[in-house]
């Protein structure tokens, strides 16, 4: 059984991980080291050798200078390799959430699903790579600083691992907090960004309406949610730095004072004291660690669902389109609990060019994204080719089928991109079909598909579809700011076209090529016409 996305990329962090334990474990034997010759210089600085503590200080130095050093070219190194396998594992999510079925990728929402592939894949990414093998590492810390002080003072290595554990108490407390600020912020963000981007896209409108101060309205009322949320989220921090802070100067100077009467009252050793004391602010920094880490588990766990919402799920096998046949049988849907087709049931022929023409508001472009598999029928089957629409692998668009949208895409790249990437095999007929619908080299070649006219538009995205000659070509309003010797062209295409065509129109030109005309009626259903 192949594993999903989550799967594969825990597996894949694991040698990660392993780099990122040793990383953080390195500093360990140097704090040993640094420690031992603090004691030694006091102790020395007490009997008065002042060269000999002089040279201890020199070493001391050099020690940590070269500690220093060294962890901060590994930490540069390992964080090199973080980032290239992050990436890597981000380039393969990418892959397999396009790989998603059509009717999953046209219902997703821009802001939820940046904000899964973003913040919800840094959070899960990391968790694993870096924040679990600290979590190990901060254990092993504790467990070698507790042993190194025990084997000095066993009195003062219990009472250090006793104070330190008052740092469990800022996590206990904002945990809860934090995950429902994390995911609270996730999805306001998303919204922002889809009104932000659908405002972009929508700006023409905007303006020719005079919608300027409903959309800004609109904006202002989703910065407020933004801004109490983000209020909440960071009082939610400074009362956990507060905490934090608070704990740190407890555990500094309480330090201080207890190994201090230890040592005055003769219960410890003066170099045991000193140890402790070098030692102390790395031990419960370990200890920090470990449960700061805990704490974000949940945060994590959060991440890790939302990414998975994001990722196909099990799907039946993928079917292979044998014939060029569309078939639906009993077929329903709606939406927003308004049915817009029901119980349908409808055979469309091999070969055949089918004309489906009906008022606005009908459901006949929503029967084409049907057919097209962009959203899946609430109850029913749709076959294409005798395969389940539901299950066409990604490889069927657009060779086997290809779906002409009423409104053409706007891209960054002109037409002539557009047929080598979609279309290398067939990139010279497109180019051919281009100049056939009286295009000019120069606007295939080098003008961007957005800033092309609508009906300039239309012809590179249908010269495209007739170069591929699918088995199966849905056209929604073909002739949308076509001129008129244009539409004759698709007319005089479709006269030698061998496949099976389906045409929502409301124009009459193509009755002389159509096979069968049907008339789709208010609640659903098709009734044959007369062309």
């Not at 474990?25 to 102790?43: H, K, N, R, T, W």
């Not at 989703?222 to 960071?234: A, D, L, M, N, V």
């Not at 459901?363 to 076959?383: F, H, W």
């Amino acid at each position: 059984m192949e594993m999903n996305w989550i799967c594969r990329t825990k597996r894949r962090l694991k040698k990660t991980a392993f780099l990122s334990l040793l990383v953080k474990l390195y500093p360990i034997g140097f704090d040993f080291a640094v420690s031992m010759l603090v004691a030694a210089v006091v102790e020395q600085a007490l009997d008065g050798a002042v060269g000999r503590v002089a040279f201890l200080g020199i070493i001391t130095i050099a020690l940590l200078a070269f500690g220093k050093a060294t962890n901060t070219v590994i930490g540069v190194k390992f964080q090199n390799h973080v980032a290239e396998v992050k990436h890597s594992c981000k380039m393969e999510l990418y892959r397999e959430y396009m790989d998603s079925p059509l009717d999953v990728l046209y219902g997703k929402e821009h802001g939820d699903t940046l904000e899964k592939l973003h913040d919800d894949f840094d959070t899960f990414t990391s968790q694993y790579a870096e924040k679990y093998p600290a979590m190990l590492a901060s254990l092993m810390g504790i467990a070698a600083y507790f042993g190194f002080l025990c084997v000095q003072d066993w009195l003062i290595a219990a009472t250090l691992l006793a104070i330190s554990l008052i740092q469990i108490v800022p996590p206990l407390i904002v945990r809860k907090f934090l995950q429902v600020n994390y995911d609270d912020c996730r999805k306001i963000e998303a919204k922002l960004t889809d009104w932000i981007v659908g405002g972009y896209d929508g700006l023409l409108t905007i303006k020719l309406y005079q919608l300027r101060g409903w959309w800004l309205q609109k904006l202002k009322g989703i910065h407020q949610k933004y801004f109490k949320i983000g209020t909440r989220s960071e009082l939610t921090s400074t009362f956990d730095r507060m905490l934090s802070q608070t704990v740190e100067y407890i555990l500094k100077y309480g330090t201080y004072g207890i190994v201090g009467l230890y040592v005055l009252f003769q219960y410890s050793a003066l170099d045991a004291g000193i140890q402790a004391i070098a030692l102390s602010a790395q031990f419960f920094a370990s200890v920090k660690e470990f449960f700061t880490v805990i704490e974000n588990r949940a945060l994590a766990a959060t991440a890790e669902r939302r990414i998975a919402k994001l990722l196909p799920g099990s799907r039946a096998s993928d079917s292979e389109i044998r014939e060029a046949s569309v078939e639906l049988k009993n077929v329903s849907f709606g939406y927003g609990g308004q049915t817009v087709i029901r119980n349908f049931n409808i055979k469309f022929g091999s070969n055949q060019i089918s004309l489906i023409k009906g008022a606005n508001g009908t459901g006949k472009s929503t029967l084409l994204k049907l057919i097209a598999g962009l959203v899946r029928c609430d109850s029913g089957q749709i076959t294409t080719g005798e395969a389940d629409t539901a299950a066409l692998p990604s490889t069927a668009y657009p060779e086997k089928l290809f779906y002409l949208t009423q409104e053409d895409p706007s891209y960054d790249f002109p037409a002539s991109e557009l047929f080598r990437m979609a279309a290398p095999d067939h990139f010279e007929e497109a180019l051919r079909l281009a100049r056939e619908f009286r295009m000019e080299d120069t606007a295939v070649k080098t003008v961007k598909i957005r800033d092309l006219s609508g009906g300039e538009k239309k012809k590179a995205f249908l010269s495209l579809a007739f170069a591929i000659h699918p088995a199966f070509l849905l056209l929604d309003e073909p002739t949308n700011s076509l001129d008129q010797a244009a539409v004759q062209t698709v007319v005089k295409l479709l006269q030698t076209y061998k496949g099976t065509v389906l045409i929502v129109t409301h124009e009459n030109c193509f009755d002389a090529v159509a096979d069968q005309c049907l008339l789709m009626e208010k609640g659903g259903s098709l009734v044959e016409r007369k062309k």
